[in-house]
């Protein structure tokens, strides 16, 4: 059974980072891409971040790009997200997904939903002075 499971959510200052952590377990990770979205009530569900299988290729929305760094220790099936100079607007439910498919992915997943692959339950993410 494909089980994720997101950690490192928290309430953090404008400007402040967090790293969140998605370890994962009941399939191969090293062989699938993987991704994080976010959700909230306002914006709805907006992808963050697609991470090549082996790493290699990482993209971001325009919005967090040069903030926020995706990555992945395949040895521990893992998955990270790495958020510096945090805004309120990135206040939201934080979601690992894995690709439905192993070897290949999505660059941008800007069209994908939730019916999309397999997905966490979440953590809380809240930006606030």
């Known amino acids: 059974e494909v089980q994720l499971v997101e950690s490192g959510g928290g309430l953090v200052q404008p400007g402040g980072s967090l790293r969140l952590s998605c370890a994962t377990s009941?399939?191969?990770?090293?062989?699938?891409?993987m991704y994080w979205f976010r959700q909230t009530p306002g914006k709805g569900l907006e992808w963050v971040s697609s991470?090549?299988?082996?790493?290699?290729?990482?993209y971001y929305l325009d919005s967090v790009d040069g903030r926020f760094t995706a990555s992945r220790d395949n040895a521990k099936a893992t998955l990270y997200l790495q958020m510096n100079s945090l805004k309120p607007d990135d206040t939201a439910v934080y979601y690992c997904?894995?690709?439905?498919?192993?070897?290949?992915?999505?660059?941008?997943?800007?069209?994908?939903?939730?019916?999309?692959?397999?997905w966490g339950k979440g953590t809380q993410v809240t930006v606030s002075s």
């Open positions: 991470l090549a299988y082996n790493g290699g290729s990482e």
């Open positions: 009941g399939f191969t990770f090293s062989t699938y891409w």
């Open positions: 997904v894995r690709d439905p498919r192993p070897w290949v992915g999505y660059p941008n997943g800007r069209l994908l939903t939730r019916d999309f692959g397999d």
